[in-house]
């Protein structure tokens, strides 16, 4: 049967159309299949939250409208890698305020030690949300290396999660993603389990150290 190029071209459209439309579902389908279930688990994507675990949460900057998510979910206490003040939307609501604005593009080894001992020590009064204030590169390198140094998954595992788990663009990640590629990963969860304040004998904070011991001597 012979057709006018019309009808050929309005076929060719349909067919594509149509494996559009059958390609986005088979795609979600198959992400949601891949996705490891030890990743953290979405709970409003609207301010990018997730949980890592039953003690900790991970998120952009909150607003006044989540402080009723995060009191059903018992937060304890807000860790923010911003300078902006969280009272500013958390209001009289009782919870503990932790304010440790740093940035990604360079943080060091002595930082990332202190922030993980302090969410640890928070975790102990119970549930911990950090945040910056898109939820992806600052949040993410702390994230990651939670995930490798307190629950000692390796940097690729962290890696995968940090990039792919819906936190948002990797692009955006690229100063998170290349601490946590260049990170001494066997030097601090040495001096973390020591309550060494870096790998580095020569870090900032051991020479002020060094230098309090001097000064202390008789």
């Given amino acids: 049967m012979h057709r006018s190029p019309l009808a050929w071209l309005r076929l060719l459209l349909a067919a594509v159309l149509g494996a559009f439309l059958l390609g986005g579902p088979l795609h979600a389908a198959e992400t949601a299949a891949t996705?490891?279930?030890?990743?953290?688990?979405?709970?409003d994507p609207s301010i990018n939250l997730y949980r890592m675990s039953p003690t900790l949460y991970r998120s952009a900057l909150p607003n006044a409208q989540s402080v009723a998510l995060l009191q059903r979910l018992q937060v304890k206490t807000v860790v923010?890698?911003?300078?902006?003040?969280?009272?500013?939307?958390?209001?009289?609501?009782p919870v503990r305020v932790l304010s440790l604005p740093t940035h990604a593009d360079r943080v060091d080894d002595a930082e990332v030690l202190s922030v993980l001992r302090q969410l640890q020590a928070a975790e102990r009064e119970g549930p911990v949300l950090m945040h910056c204030k898109h939820g992806n590169n600052r949040t993410g390198l702390f994230a990651a290396m939670y995930r490798i140094v307190v629950q000692g998954w390796d940097k690729q595992a962290a890696l995968e999660e940090m990039q792919h788990g819906g936190f948002g663009d990797e692009d955006d990640m690229r100063d998170a993603s290349a601490y946590?590629?260049?990170?001494?990963?066997?030097?601090?969860?040495?001096?973390?389990?020591?309550?060494?304040?870096?790998?580095s004998r020569f870090a900032v904070c051991h020479v002020r150290e060094w230098m309090a011991q001097a000064l202390d001597r008789p």
């Fill in 35 to 43: 996705r490891s279930p030890a990743w953290a688990q979405a709970v």
């Fill in 80 to 93: 923010s890698f911003i300078k902006d003040d969280d009272r500013a939307w958390l209001g009289q609501a």
């Fill in 180 to 199: 946590v590629r260049g990170a001494d990963v066997d030097g601090l969860r040495l001096a973390m389990a020591n309550g060494e304040c870096s790998p």
